[in-house]
């Protein structure tokens, strides 16, 4: 069981803006600003999306947004295009060196 | 070209040891922190642990499934990351990917962001 806390499943049409939550305690998300988010193809390794809570990597596209609120962090994409179909995964430093990813949300595009 | 190359995945007995390695090229791997995360089957993405820079001390920390079984260590010289498994269990069976614990932009270096990743090596524990 993670510590994160994903939901399984979110969907949205080309063109539409769709939020992936991720949920941890004030032990985790709540107390530091180091939620990063990561896109994972089928059969490929995972690749940064943002990283700090919001800030985005050289070369992402800015249709990708990080947010954190209490012990919530989101992950927004607008203008939804069918290559963001992918499986998206929080991280968060948890503590004492550690870090722990959230159990990880299929986007499906429509 | 900036890559990690993973190697010394394979088959072994519960209880077995396994040694994984991970080539670094195209980036200074003394000035990167360095993490392996594991995927089993059909799962999500499970951090495994992460080992410092020499500068920064070159300790390692575990998450709690692998702690006192696995090892992760480095040889700069040689550019390589280990790990370092014993005492294998079946849950261990996974998808290896080493990756750096580091993302710099232009002006900084930033810790937990895993930016540069392996192709991956499996390894499979079964009887």
């Known amino acids: 069981q993670s510590a994160l806390t994903q939901p399984a499943s979110v969907s949205g049409s080309p063109g539409q803006s769709i939020t992936i939550s991720c949920t941890g305690t004030?032990?985790?998300?709540?107390?530091?600003?180091?939620v990063s988010w990561y896109q994972q193809h089928p059969g490929k390794a995972p690749k940064l999306m943002i990283y700090?809570?919001?800030k985005r990597p050289s070369g992402v596209s800015n249709r990708f947004s990080g947010s954190k609120s209490d012990n919530t962090a989101s992950l927004t994409i607008s203008g939804l295009q069918a290559e963001d179909e992918a499986d998206y995964y929080c991280?968060?430093?948890?503590?004492?060196?550690?870090?722990?990813f959230g159990g990880g949300t299929k986007l499906t595009v429509l | 070209e900036v890559q990690l190359v993973e190697s010394g995945g394979g088959l072994v007995k519960p209880g077995g040891s396994l040694r994984l390695s991970c080539a670094a090229s195209?980036?200074?791997?003394?000035?990167?922190?360095m993490t392996w995360v594991r995927q089993a089957p059909g799962k999500g993405l499970e951090w495994v642990g992460r080992?410092?820079?020499?500068?920064?001390?070159?300790?390692?920390d575990y998450a709690a499934p692998v702690k006192g079984r696995f090892t992760i260590s480095r040889d700069d010289s040689k550019k390589t990351l280990y790990l370092q498994m014993n005492s294998l269990k079946t849950e261990d069976t996974a998808v290896y990917y080493c990756?750096?614990?580091?993302?710099?932009?232009?002006?900084?270096?930033?810790?937990?962001?895993?930016?540069?990743w392996g192709q991956g090596t499996m390894v499979t524990v079964s009887s």
């Open positions: 990756t750096t614990d580091t993302y710099c932009s232009r002006t900084s270096c930033y810790t937990s962001a895993f930016d540069i």
């Open positions: 195209g980036f200074t791997f003394s000035n990167a922190w």
């Open positions: 080992i410092k820079t020499k500068t920064d001390g070159g300790t390692a």
């Open positions: 004030s032990s985790v998300i709540g107390s530091y600003n180091l």
């Open positions: 700090e809570g919001s």
């Open positions: 991280c968060s430093y948890a503590g004492s060196g550690t870090r722990v």
